[in-house]
Each structure stands twice: as C-alpha cells, then as structure tokens.
C-alpha cells in the first residue's frame, strides 16, 4: 500500500488555505462596506438637493448634456424600493433652480430671509458642501443662487466636472481659484456675474480647454 501523507503534512496546506479565505472575507466585507457608505453619501446628498428645490439625474438618465426620456435604473424595480435608487447608479448631473427669483418675491410680500432660507428654498453652504460629496458629477447649474466665492470652495474637489453654470450668482473672480483643479471641466458659464476677462484668463493658464462665456 502507498505511504499516505501523515496528518501533520496536511496542516500548512490547510492553514494556507484558511488564511486565504479569511482574506477574501476581508476584501469582500470591506467592498461592501464601501459601497453602502457610497450609497448612504449619495443618498443624503440627493436629498438635501431636493429640498433646495434642486434636480438630480443618474447616469442611466443622462447622456451627452441631455436627459433620456424614460430612462429606467438598471435593476427591477422591487429591489430599488427596497434598498433604493443610490445602490444601482451615480448622480452625474445637478440642477438647482432659480431661488433668486422667488427670494425677490418673497422680500416683495414681506417674508422674512431667514425663515426662507430656513426652510431650504436658498442654497446654503451646507447644500453646497452635499453638492461636494458628487464625485462623479459631471454637469452642475446654479443659475440664480446665492453661490458666492466661498461656496464654490465646496466644490473643488468634483474633479471630473465638465460644466459649470453660475449665471447671477455671487461669484467673482477669487472664487476662480478653487476650479483650477478641474482638468476635465469644458464649459464655464458666468453671465451677469463679477468675474472679469483678466480673472477668466488666469483660470484658461490652468484649464487650457475650457471654454468660459461672461
């Protein structure tokens, strides 16, 4: 009869293979944790863009600077209302509406700013510091808000932005400075804002593609 290997021989193989599993649990329950807390980010961040009155799309939703009609997330519906929307895709695109317009109005009709602002109808600092938490954005409009230099310092990390609309907001040429690490960023929109033309070709030293109109 053949020797059969003693017992003890088999034991580094078994360890090896324990420690192997134990490394695949590891890497998977890390996985998983970083994508429930992706989600989570995401999720928190949608909604605080809701209730500045603002829009989100994802990136089934959203394809060359337009919206797809009827654009379906790609899993069955029962399971994006169980576990929801921000497990199955990236919000790749934000607009938030005109509340300059409607703060006028309400200064018209006597409503205080701070209790408008108070209940989300102004974009605030901490909407903006949501808005950061996007990595992935790609297009973001902020026609008529109170962005101001400050603020977009909120924003300087969307490092795969594209374009930009800050049409009639606070911004000026110092607020500038926190786009210059935006590489991928195209298309820079700042009507009836304070940036200026020298303040605009100090960005284009450091965005030689982007296209920016005053």
Same mark, same amino acid.
């Given at each position: 009869m053949a020797d059969q290997p003693h017992p003890a021989s088999r034991r580094p193989r078994l360890r090896i293979r324990v420690r192997g599993l134990l490394v695949i649990?590891?890497?998977? =329950?890390? #996985?998983? =944790?970083?994508?429930?807390? #992706?989600?989570?980010?995401q999720r928190d961040a949608v909604r605080t863009i809701q209730r500045a009155g603002g829009s989100v799309w994802y990136e089934w939703?959203?394809?060359? =600077?337009?919206?797809?009609p009827g654009a379906k997330p790609p899993a069955p519906p029962w399971l994006v209302n169980r576990i =929801?929307?921000?497990y199955f895709g990236t919000v790749v695109a934000v607009k938030i509406d005109d509340r300059q317009v409607a703060f006028r109005w309400a200064q018209s009709v006597g409503i205080l700013r701070e209790?408008?602002?108070r209940d989300g109808l102004l974009v #605030?600092?901490?909407t903006l510091a949501k808005l950061g938490d996007l990595k992935r954005l790609e297009f973001l409009t902020l026609d008529g808000t109170l962005?101001?230099?400050s603020g977009l310092g909120h924003l300087k990390d969307l490092r795969r932005l594209k374009h930009l609309s800050l049409v009639d907001t606070g911004v000026t040429d110092a607020g500038l400075v926190h786009l210059k690490a935006m590489a991928d960023l195209r298309a820079l929109i700042l009507s009836r804002t304070d940036v200026t033309d020298a303040g605009i070709r100090d960005l284009v030293k450091s965005l030689p593609n982007l296209s920016a109109a005053r």
């Open positions: 649990v590891l890497i998977a =329950g890390c #996985s998983l =944790g970083w994508m429930v807390r #992706s989600a989570q980010v939703e959203w394809k060359n =600077g337009r919206v797809v =929801g929307i921000d209790r408008y602002q #605030s600092h901490a962005t101001d230099d």
